[in-house]
C-alpha cells in the first residue's frame, strides 16, 4: 500500500509539472492564454526589429493591441514570409500579421480578417525601360522582379502572364536588378518602392500609379476559425475609431505620412 501510494505522489508531480509546462503564467501565478503571430521582421517600419533585436514596428503595435482586446500575452514569430501560411497551417502560429494582401489564391488556404489597411501596388522602374504605366508590364519584352511569395510576384503571374517574372528570395536583390537594368520594374507597396527610389535615384524611377485588382492588407488565421475571426473582426472596426490607429500612425509613421503627401498620395494606413 505505501509503495502504491509513493508511485501516486510521484505520478500526481509529474502531471502537474507537465501541466505548468504547456500553460504561460503571469506574475500573479495565473495561467495566461498566448496567441503566436507570425511575421517576417525585415519590413520597416511595419515589421522590424530594434537595436537590441526586439520585434517592434507597426504591425507589433497592432498585435499587441489586439492581445489587449482579446485579454490574451502576444507571442512574436519571426518568420520568413514565404513561410508564413505554411506555419499557420501546421500550427506553428496561430494567426499572421505581416502586410499581407487578400489575394483569392491565399483565401484558398486560410481565412482573412476584414482589411485592416488599404493596399496598393506601384512600380520601380529602370530609367530606360520600356515599361510607363502598368498597362505596359503584360509584355514579352518585360522583365519583372519581385520578392518570392509577396504579393508583388502573385499579382506578376496573374496579370502579366506574357512577362517574364525574376523571382528572388531579397528584396533588396529585386530592387538591384532593377536599378542596374537587369529587370525593368519592381512591383512592391508604394512606401517601399519610394525608399528604393531614393536609394537609387540615378537609375531609377517610380510609377506612383496603382495596379489594379489588389485588396487590402488582412489578418490571417486557419480555416474555420469563425469565433475568432469575428473577435478580430471586430477588434479591427474598433481599433480604426478609438485613437488605436492615431497612436501606431504617431509612433512610426509621421515622417512616412508626410512623404507621401511630398508624392501627392494618400497614406494607406
Known sequence: ??????????????????????????????????????????????????????PEGVSVMLAEALGDYLDVEIEIVDTA?????????????????????????????????????????????????????????????????????????????????LAKILNVEEEASAVLEVAQGSADVFIYDPLSIIRHHENYKE????????????????????KGETDLKNQIDAFIEEAKTDGTYETIREAYLKEKIEEFESYGLEFFF
Not at 17 to 27: K, P, Q, T
Not at 85 to 109: C, H, K, V, W, Y
Not at 203 to 222: C, D, F, S, Y
Request: glycine share 6%.
Open 203 to 222: 537609375t531609377t524611377r517610380t510609377i506612383l500609379e496603382p495596379l489594379p485588382n489588389t485588396k487590402g492588407w488582412g489578418i490571417a488565421m486557419r
Open 1 to 54: 500500500m505505501k509503495k502504491f501510494l509513493w508511485l501516486l505522489a510521484i505520478l500526481t508531480v509529474l502531471v502537474s509539472v507537465a501541466s505548468c509546462s504547456d500553460a504561460n503564467l503571469d506574475e500573479t501565478g495565473e495561467e495566461h492564454s498566448v496567441l503566436r503571430v507570425g511575421m517576417e521582421l525585415k519590413y520597416p517600419p511595419f515589421e522590424t526589429k530594434d537595436a537590441s533585436g526586439n
Open 81 to 161: 514570409y514565404a513561410s508564413l501560411i505554411p506555419a499557420l497551417e501546421q500550427g506553428n502560429i496561430d494567426i499572421i500579421i505581416s502586410s499581407m494582401t487578400i489575394t483569392p489564391a491565399r483565401e484558398e488556404l486560410v481565412d482573412f480578417s476584414i482589411p485592416y489597411t488599404n493596399s496598393q501596388l506601384m512600380l520601380l522602374a529602370h530609367k530606360d525601360s520600356i515599361v510607363q504605366s502598368p498597362d505596359d508590364l503584360n509584355n514579352p519584352e518585360v522583365v519583372i522582379a519581385s520578392k518570392s511569395g509577396t504579393i508583388g510576384a502573385l499579382w506578376a503571374a496573374e496579370n502579366a502572364p
